[in-house]
């Protein structure tokens, strides 16, 4: 069992950083994919940017050159920093781990891009 805790939320100016880490436990081996998908209110949960243990980057078309996603293999934590966000950045974000096949979330952190 796998479990994901995310840290690094909060109120943030457009045009500012967040830097978002997430924390996977539970297994001692290297998890394949970690990731960020988010959801605003109202809406769908969409994909953000994975990244593979490999180190293969996928990003969301919205967050291209602004949002760089990284991570620790060695210590299974992902890392998703925000640059210049925009007041439709704001929703909470969910980290997303996949281990032996199976998916996993975190709690979610919120982000509220705000004046």
């Known amino acids: 069992q796998v479990q994901l805790v995310e840290s690094g939320g909060g109120l943030v100016q457009p045009g500012g950083s967040l830097r978002l880490s997430c924390v996977a436990s539970?297994?001692?081996?290297?998890?394949?994919?970690m990731g960020w998908y988010r959801q605003a209110p109202g809406k769908l949960r969409e994909l953000v940017a994975t990244?593979?243990?490999?180190?293969?980057?996928r990003y969301a078309d919205f967050v291209k050159g602004r949002f760089t996603i990284s991570r620790d293999g060695a210590k299974n934590t992902a890392y998703l920093q925000m640059n210049s966000l925009k007041f439709e950045d704001t929703a909470v974000y969910y980290c997303?781990?996949?281990?032996?096949?199976?998916?996993?979330w975190g709690q979610g952190t919120q982000v509220t891009v705000s004046s």
């Open positions: 990244i593979s243990s490999s180190g293969s980057l």
């Open positions: 539970g297994t001692k081996f290297t998890i394949a994919t």
């Open positions: 997303h781990a996949v281990y032996r096949g199976v998916s996993y």
